[in-house]
């Protein structure tokens, strides 16, 4: 039964019903199979979205359109490029160091690829790179969005597991995305010296890198004080959403003065879309968790891996090549929603941390965003930058093996993702 649900869903979703709309169509089939009362699905539709924590997600969002409405990408990309403009690699290091700070306003690789996306790439066109090769940079550099903080994979990781603090979540991801961006512009570094991509040959004056800091430290503060808030027990992490908003208000309305009440209202209506899709797609999950449940899947996932894997090791290995797959073909919040309640009672009885497995869990499915055939940030990068799916797909290879480099230091070396957040907020979880 469960086989044919899973073959089911992906049929449906193959032939390209919206993922919310396949897992509500599997969700009403498993409940008619297995006698379930359809007067249960509007309850679980509504109690999987009714939790505080989730109103982290609007206000995430909400901050990161006024932010981006208020000139901020430009800013951005200027201030990049007076800092890394001149090394080899040039501008592909100006897209990549513009994700990591963009990255912790948006928390979102779409929002990348789309907000810094098209001005990245046109940019290094006419500087004279291949537009394919200036889009897999972007594609590459946008999966950073949510493993820097904040994040909403890791909300609702934090949400589902039931156990993990929201805060940590966001403090175990920085050091992986930084070294995810660093990883990038190393391979930048050598594309440049093979194929002698152009680079601007003198440095940025200090007074236009002084003054360019000028114009960009407000919207880089966002995430210094988000962070610094929860590290530092001022606020919590749904708390700190708020305040980002409030911040950007401020920034974009009173300092920079770029923030008109209709565009506020326009951000608005794009927050209010865009959370629309998500907590959609969360209380379907909801729902379909009790078919997952009633079907003991996840008890016979455990068995199996009691069985045939007896050792955590393996298991992360079985975990990472699984969540590739399923990154490839699903978007990260069904698939969170979906597998974590599977997988992560397995790792718990491997004795596994539940916050590096949640990073782990995150990280690996934001890496299945640019790895091909499917990788939904590929599809919206080749959109943006107007050129075919099958170019973007030979020039991304190299920025997928170097995820993979980072997604193994992360699953062996735990303490690249547990350090911070248990050197600030102790070593419970």
């Known amino acids: 039964m469960a086989l044919l649900l899973l073959i089911g869903f992906l049929l449906v979703v193959l032939i390209g019903v919206p993922i919310g709309f396949a897992m509500g169509f599997i969700t009403i089939s498993s409940f008619a199979a297995l006698g379930g009362s359809m007067l249960i699905i509007p309850q679980k539709l509504f ?34 490029d007076c800092l890394v403009g001149h090394v080899t690699g040039g501008l592909a290091h100006v897209n990549i160091l513009g994700s990591m700070f963009f990255a912790g306003i948006s928390g979102s690789a779409t929002a990348d690829a789309s907000g810094l996306g098209r001005i990245e790439i046109d940019m290094m066109d006419k500087a004279g790179y291949p537009r394919d090769y200036a889009a897999a940079v972007t594609a590459a550099s946008a999966i950073i969005g949510p493993i820097i903080p904040p994040s909403s994979i890791m909300i609702i990781y934090a949400v589902v597991a039931g156990n993990v603090s929201v ?41 236009e890198i002084l003054k360019s800091t000028v114009e960009t430290l407000p919207s880089l503060l966002l995430p210094v004080i988000i962070l610094g808030g929860i590290a530092s027990g001022v606020f919590t992490a749904t708390e700190s959403g708020a305040v980002a908003v ?80 399923i990154g490839m073909i699903l978007d990260q919040s069904p698939a969170l929603l979906i597998m974590v309640p599977i997988l992560l009672p397995v790792a718990l009885a491997y004795g596994i941390d539940p916050l590096h497995f949640g990073l782990l869990v995150c990280i690996n499915l934001t890496v299945g965003l640019i790895t091909p055939p499917v990788g939904m940030t590929l599809f919206v990068t080749a959109n943006v930058g107007e050129i075919k799916l099958t170019a973007l797909f030979k020039q991304i290879w190299p920025f997928v093996g170097v995820c993979l480099l980072v997604l193994a230091l992360v699953t062996f070396v735990p303490a690249l993702t547990l350090m911070i957040p248990n050197l600030l907020l102790g070593g419970s979880v």
């Open 47 to 80: 109690s999987g979205m009714d939790n505080f924590t989730y109103l982290c997600i609007p206000l995430y969002i909400l901050a990161s359109e006024i932010m981006a409405s208020g000139g901020l990408t430009e800013k951005i990309v200027h201030f990049c």
């Open 167 to 207: 805060s940590k979540m966001f403090l175990g991801g920085f050091l992986p995305g930084v070294l995810l961006g660093l990883s990038e512009m190393v391979i930048c570094y050598f594309m440049a010296k093979r194929y002698n991509h152009p680079k601007r040959m003198q440095r940025t004056p200090m007074k």
């Open 246 to 325: 409030l911040y950007a208000m401020l920034v974009a309305g009173l300092m920079m003065k770029t923030l008109s009440w209709k565009e506020l209202f326009n951000c608005c209506i794009r927050t209010a879309k865009t959370t629309a899709n998500v907590l959609f797609i969360i209380a379907v999950a909801s729902a379909m968790g009790w078919a997952i449940t009633t079907l003991q899947i996840p008890q016979q996932i455990i068995a199996f891996c009691m069985n045939y894997i007896h050792s955590p090791t393996v298991f992360l290995i079985f975990v990472n090549i699984l969540l590739l797959l």
